[in-house]
């Protein structure tokens, strides 16, 4: 069934989600703050700024008026940064319909209340509508998605009709869509990945190899699980798209501006000068500072976060942070033998 659908944010993936959409005959209204990059995606059919080089589809009309973007949709799909999640739904709250689906694909926690995406749109949005939201997710590199490149994904919900909607609105031959009831799971391992991406970046900036990147990928979906779990999420989203598939994506890949930033990082490049470079959000950076607090205030141990954020905010050499993970006391591999943790 074609639906009018709104998407809240015209980045690299709310840009490449709109021609998913599009491309099944959806009509599409995407919106920005930008009266320049709205122009050129309604004469031109591009945005150069965040996805070079891709044709968007005639069925994408942009605009800035964010009433105009949400009257009357059926769907309203939010891909802003994370730490404007709050505002943006501030200001939906009195025009989205109130039987209208949300999805939301955003990767990262508010930094100032350390809540969750779900968390901070239950707490600014209707009931009503909070209760049905969808939380996308997985292995999604937006460069590959507009190009039609095959991507599989996961959209987590605690409506099971929710689900099913959302796998049915994006669903097609080049995007392939799973359902998962995990909520906490889907929107933790999302979250925490870029952390590790950033972890990646640095070690094959410093020149390492398969080795340690192997590892780092290993040991750091172990942190990423031993969180999710305490903080309620199902062992199985773990090893799943929103886990796993998310994070080797995340982790081995020059899209990643996570993996861009920590590259440059191991290279001896200051992290404002990083962020400058780069020109884009990169929410492992947030992630990084809100998990190591969630981290000492959940009792979890977490050491590969902990010497990123030294890494990051404390000015420590990172070829010193990996000496002092390779130094650390020997432990267990498995949680289940050291149910303390590492």
């Known amino acids: 069934m074609i639906q009018n659908v709104a998407v809240i944010g015209a980045g690299s993936w709310g840009t490449a989600l709109a021609t998913v959409l ?3 005959g959806h009509q599409v209204s995407i919106w920005m703050r930008d009266p320049k990059q709205a122009d050129s995606i309604n004469h031109d059919h591009v945005n150069e700024k965040y996805l070079p080089g891709a044709k968007l589809s005639a069925r994408i009309v942009a605009t800035t008026d964010l009433r105009l973007a949400v ?3 059926q769907v309203v799909l939010v891909a802003v940064p994370s730490h404007a999640m709050r505002q943006i739904c501030r200001d939906l709250a009195p025009l989205v319909a109130e039987e209208a689906l949300l999805i939301h694909a955003v990767k ?6 350390l809540k969750r995406m779900s968390e901070v749109i239950s707490e600014e949005l209707p009931s009503a509508i909070a209760s049905r939201l969808a939380v996308l997710s997985g292995p999604s590199h937006a460069e590959e998605v507009v190009k039609r490149q095959p991507t599989t994904v ?4 605690e409506s099971e009709e929710s689900m099913l909607r959302a796998q049915d609105l994006l669903m097609n031959r080049n995007f392939r869509v799973y359902t998962n009831p995990d ?3 889907a929107e933790i391992a999302g979250a925490l990945k870029n952390i590790i ?13 398969d080795n340690a990147k192997a590892a780092l990928l290993t040991r750091g979906l172990a942190e990423i699980s031993r969180l999710g779990l305490k903080m309620g999420a199902m062992p199985p989203t773990f090893s799943g798209l929103a886990g796993i598939g998310d994070l080797v994506a995340t982790c081995t ?15 001896g490049k200051k992290l404002d000068d990083v962020l400058n470079e780069i020109g884009m959000v990169v929410e492992g950076v947030r992630t990084t500072r809100a998990a190591n607090v969630i981290a000492e205030r959940e009792d979890v141990e977490m050491p590969i976060t902990h010497v990123l954020y030294a890494i990051l905010f404390e000015g420590k050499d990172p070829r010193k942070g990996v000496e002092k993970l390779m130094g650390r006391l020997k432990t267990y591999e498995m949680e289940y033998l050291n149910p303390d943790g590492e």
């Open 71 to 73: 009257s009357e949709k």
């Open 108 to 113: 990262g926690f508010e930094l100032e209340t």
């Open 22 to 24: 599009a491309d099944n």
């Open 253 to 267: 890949s020059k899209h990643s501006r996570n993996w861009r930033a920590g590259f440059l990082l191991g290279q």
């Open 197 to 209: 991406a950033l972890g990646a970046g640095i070690s094959d900036g410093l020149g390492f190899g």
């Open 183 to 185: 909520v906490v799971g």
């Open 154 to 157: 996961v959209v987590a919900s």
